[in-house]
């Protein structure tokens, strides 16, 4: 089945800095990538996501960019604030979206 | 989005004993999948739950663990049976909307003793 990997597992950045986590895959069949952020106590919530047609999206502060070749894609937060932290799970789904396999995923701290 | 309501949100067990988590959803969804995260950890796929169907499960889960009923699209079921510590985790419901995107219920937090 599919394998995703994630890092870093902790990043700290100070408030106003960009922080950057990727992931890798390795079914090249996996054609949708989407982001989690969850927050201590709560459910992931979707952030932002990605698919197979598309280089890259932003929404705001956020941007995912994709590379198919290589498989790998990356989640990318500028002028990041206090409230972005949280834990962030990259995922990708093969298989016309019947499953998603989600990586270890990294804790983001943003000092104020 | 849809609306996941999940129970209970969090439950103290006893060694031995059998938990079955309710999932919700206030529309009509194809997938429904169950997932496990053990603290600090990642989301591990247990199984999928099909409509009319048996539980497609992911290696390391089985049937007689963890049985899933799925008897319409808005409900599911993942029963935690023979409980021991290990299976110490928040389990959490999600369903692929019409747009397949996935979205997650709020959890259930176990604690097994």
């Known amino acids: 089945g599919e394998n995703v990997e994630q890092h870093p597992s902790t990043l700290s950045v100070q408030e106003g800095d960009s922080a950057v986590i990727k992931c890798t895959y390795s079914?090249?069949?996996?054609?949708?990538f989407p982001w989690y952020k969850q927050e201590l106590g709560k459910r992931p919530q979707l952030i932002i996501d990605?698919?197979?047609?598309?280089g890259e999206k932003k929404d705001q502060r956020i941007a995912v960019t994709l590379n198919k070749t290589a498989k790998h894609f990356s989640l990318h937060i500028t002028e990041t604030q206090p409230e972005d932290s949280a834990v962030y799970f990259c995922a990708a789904s093969p298989d016309n979206f019947n499953k998603f396999y989600f990586g270890s995923g990294t804790k983001l701290n943003v000092k104020p | 989005s849809a609306v996941i309501s999940q129970k209970p949100s969090r439950d103290i067990c006893q060694r031995g004993t059998s938990l079955t988590i309710q999932c919700q959803v206030d529309?009509?969804?194809?997938?429904m999948f169950w997932y496990r995260q053990q603290p600090g950890q990642s989301l591990t796929l247990i199984a999928t739950a099909n409509q009319g169907s048996e539980a497609t499960y992911e290696s390391g889960f089985v049937i007689d663990k963890f049985p899933i009923s799925r008897p319409n699209l808005t409900f599911s079921t993942l029963t935690v049976s023979n409980m021991s510590p290990e299976d110490s985790s928040i389990y959490l419901c999600?369903?692929?909307?019409?747009?397949?995107?996935?979205?997650f219920g709020s959890g259930t937090q176990l604690s097994v003793l």
């Open positions: 999600s369903v692929a909307s019409a747009n397949e995107k996935l979205f």
């Open positions: 990605i698919r197979s047609n598309v």
């Open positions: 079914d090249s069949a996996s054609n949708y």
């Open positions: 529309s009509q969804v194809t997938m």
